[in-house]
């Protein structure tokens, strides 16, 4: 099957680095003109770069997407460049593991913010020229954790789950205009974030999954590929879990 999204322009978010660059680079081999948005231009540039270098067409935006003003000045500008933002895959994210009860104001509001405020931001800059087109495909990436819960993860998990629930209401306030609306629950990934992991934990975790490994950055770019595809277009309000059978 060959996916239709040549010259469509699309916008990610975290994607300097992990399930983000894969997610670019996924999208920019399909024919996507790709606009890289980390708040580190080194590394967002970075996978620009590599995505041109192979003959894709994509640019670096660096800004705190954690920023409502800085989503607003940025999104205006690049509307003005490219008139709409076809598919957005909103994927930033941080963590700040702690126990609820040694968990700090500021670890709180810090995940809170990149990982769920983040996604309202771009959505309400740039659904508008969305809905104008009557073409759109918005893309939040979950977790199972916000799914199940996880130890040391209430910030992180509130902000996965609190994405299901975005996505769902969007799902439902869009379908009008064309535009759907899913997320993308990824399981255990390999990541820079898994890989500072110890052995033992990596193992443990690996032994809890059906499949008994860790998944790849490139499974999700895969599903999120098809998401943001013409091919998708009877697909709206879902949480599609890539993680290997666990918590089936």
Do not use: H
Request: charged letters at 20%; hydrophobic letters at 45%; one cysteine or more.
């Amino acid at each position: 099957m060959e996916l239709t999204l040549k010259d469509k322009v699309a916008l990610v978010s975290g994607a300097g680095r992990g399930i983000g660059r894969a997610i670019a680079l996924e999208l920019a081999k399909e024919g996507c003109k790709v606009v890289c948005v980390s708040k580190n231009i080194y590394s967002c540039g970075k996978v620009a770069e590599e995505i041109n270098a192979s003959g894709g067409t994509a640019e670096a935006v660096a800004f705190d997407v954690s920023s409502p003003a800085e989503c607003k000045a940025n999104c205006a500008e690049i509307l003005k460049k490219y008139d709409t933002v076809d598919i957005l895959i909103n994927n930033a994210g941080i963590t700040r593991d702690n126990l609820l009860m040694r968990m700090s104001d500021e670890e709180w509001d810090a995940v809170i913010a990149t990982n769920l405020s983040s996604a309202f931001y771009l959505c309400r800059n740039l659904v508008r020229a969305m809905m104008g087109k009557r073409w759109g495909r918005i893309i939040n990436i979950a977790s199972v954790s916000g799914q199940a819960g996880n130890a040391g993860q209430a910030n992180y998990s509130a902000a996965k789950a609190g994405m299901i629930g975005f996505t769902k209401t969007l799902a439902r306030e869009l379908a009008g205009r064309n535009i759907t609306v899913n997320a993308v629950a990824p399981g255990f990934i390999e990541t820079d974030m898994t890989a500072a992991l110890p052995e033992a934990i990596m193992e443990a975790a690996k032994a809890n999954i059906p499949l008994k490994r860790a998944g790849k950055p490139e499974d999700i770019a895969n599903v999120c590929t098809y998401l943001a595809s013409e091919e998708s277009n009877y697909v709206t309000g879902q949480v599609i879990a890539v993680n290997g059978g666990l918590y089936m």
